[in-house]
């Protein structure tokens, strides 16, 4: 029985008293009710007052406290941002070691990009002390280090330098004792599920599906204690070709990318990274035995002592600077809900066969990154909706083939299209006649501007519209899309 119960205390009474009591109704018994209570709200006090020194644990009064020990003082209320939250982020900081760390890290809370910070007087030639000795930092810079070399003027720059002063009014130069380099990234990376490389030519291909160079992205690696500098593998980098080559492959591969030859994942041991720049009609550096990888164009070449693959299939991230287009990031909370089955659509199945199975209104929802070699035409009842999306987590293509997929419906109807990319032919509202659509939603899709692309990712044809609106009183919302040409009757609202 718990000792600051009522009944505990009461029973701690002489008899003679609880007997007397007994015969004046229990006021005692009352009075030890009320003891009891207070008891308890001192007892609790006692147990909390160690979880109390601790931001993690302690109650959200108790935050400030905290805070005050570690030189935090609060501002004005942050929409989102509890007290406690605010006080634990001082407290990380407070234990980074060195001024680098702190500022890193309070680069990322302040703009939510990924950041790196480089003391200057780091990178300084400057003589040795036998006290602070540093063997990795040479006076002078091996040329023939290509990595090295290849990182000068970046935020991985390694190099010696002489203090650069520049005009003291104007505080230039770069490399000084008392300055420090913020390095800051807004391209954000979204990863590219499996999805059939673009066959360029006999055993040479492209990331891309939809056949452009396209720069591979590195996927970050968690840094792995609160006192580590950012690293070139823990940020969303451009992959470098010195900087991924030789040793270091096996720190991107299959992490930042992955080569799937007729079902077979490639090792690091089978992959190369070489520069696949043009060279003529052909790529420069031809690969000899081993599968030759351009992260900076994004190319793929195969030896000539290995057959003729079936299928190349690639995963990849690319950059991107917002959730914008047809891509593998969250849209389910924009998703139509109905009551009426879904229809799914996997790899080797037929888009168009779902869209005739929901005439009537429903959802046709793509579950693969795929490419689909189908220009599918969309139907809706009247007073219905439809809906053709990718799955959330996918970013499905859809190859026209110089093709137009046309959108028709009934009166009052309305046709929904989200997280696909469309390209080789344009998307059309026609006016037959018998086309009454009400509403069409672009939400998270992407019609390939000129409809395709070039090696170089330029349009082929930019003056062509990639989207067509024939009909008039038709409403069409576009939502955080990329599209080309827009032509002629549209009435829209753009988000």
């Not at 931001?55 to 406690?84: K, Q």
């Not at 287009?325 to 080797?348: C, D, I």
């Not at 349009?459 to 008039?472: C, D, K, N």
Request: hydrophobic letters at 35%.
């Amino acid at each position: 029985m718990n000792s600051l119960s009522p009944e505990s205390l009461y029973n701690l009474l002489p008899e003679v008293y609880r007997r007397r009591d007994e015969e004046q109704g229990f006021p005692l018994k009352a009075l030890m009710e009320i003891l009891a209570e207070q008891a308890q709200i001192v007892r609790h006090d006692i147990d909390r007052l160690y979880d109390n020194q601790f931001i993690d644990t302690c109650d959200e009064w108790a935050a400030p406290y905290l805070g005050e020990l570690v030189g935090y003082r609060y501002g004005p209320e942050i929409p989102g941002l509890s007290r406690r939250a605010a006080a634990a982020n001082q407290i990380r900081l407070t234990r980074k070691r060195g001024v680098a760390l702190a500022l890193e890290q309070l680069a990322v809370d302040t703009t939510r990009w990924p950041a790196r910070v480089v003391e200057f007087f780091q990178q300084l030639a400057r003589p040795e002390h036998l006290s602070a000795l540093r063997p990795q930092h040479h006076y002078t810079l091996n040329v023939r280090d290509s990595d090295r070399c290849d990182a000068i003027g970046t935020a991985f720059d390694t190099a010696s330098y002489t203090m650069a002063t520049g005009r003291i009014s104007q505080g230039e130069g770069r490399h000084h004792f008392r300055n420090v380099g913020l390095f800051l990234w807004r391209l954000g990376h979204y990863r590219q599920s499996i999805v059939p490389a673009y066959r360029h030519a006999a055993r040479r291909y492209l990331f891309n599906p939809l056949g452009c160079n396209t720069p591979l992205f590195n996927q970050p690696i968690p840094e792995p204690d609160i006192n580590h500098l950012a690293r070139e593998e823990n940020l969303p980098v451009p992959l470098r070709r010195r900087g991924t080559a030789g040793a270091r492959l096996a720190t991107f591969s299959p992490h930042a990318f992955t080569v799937v030859i007729d079902g077979i994942l490639q090792t690091p041991d089978q992959l190369q990274i070489c520069n696949l720049s043009d060279d003529g009609p052909d790529w420069a550096h031809s690969p000899v035995n081993r599968i030759s990888v351009d992260p900076e164009l994004g190319r793929l070449s195969l030896p000539a002592s290995m057959p003729e693959p079936d299928d190349v299939e690639v995963t990849y991230h690319y950059g991107a600077c917002a959730d914008i287009g047809g891509g593998a990031y969250s849209r389910s909370e924009g998703f139509l809900v109905t009551s009426q089955p879904v229809q799914h659509v996997g790899h080797g199945d037929s888009i168009q066969t779902a869209l005739n199975m929901v005439k009537s209104g429903g959802v046709v929802e793509i579950v693969s990154s795929h490419l689909f070699n189908e220009s599918p035409d969309v139907e809706v009842d009247p007073d219905q909706t439809l809906s053709l999306r990718a799955a959330d987590g996918h970013r499905t293509f859809i190859q026209l083939d110089g093709d137009d997929m046309t959108l028709v419906g009934g009166q009052e109807s309305e046709i929904i299209l989200d997280g696909l990319v469309m390209t080789g032919g344009r998307l059309v509202v026609p006016d037959d006649g018998n086309n009454q659509l009400r509403r069409l939603v672009l939400r998270n899709v992407t019609l390939v501007p000129g409809q395709t692309l070039t090696l170089d990712g330029q349009s082929v044809s930019p003056t062509q519209p990639s989207l067509i609106v024939a009909l008039s009183n038709v409403n069409v919302e576009i939502e955080r899309s990329i599209l080309g040409a827009c032509a002629p009757r549209m009435v829209s609202r753009y988000r």
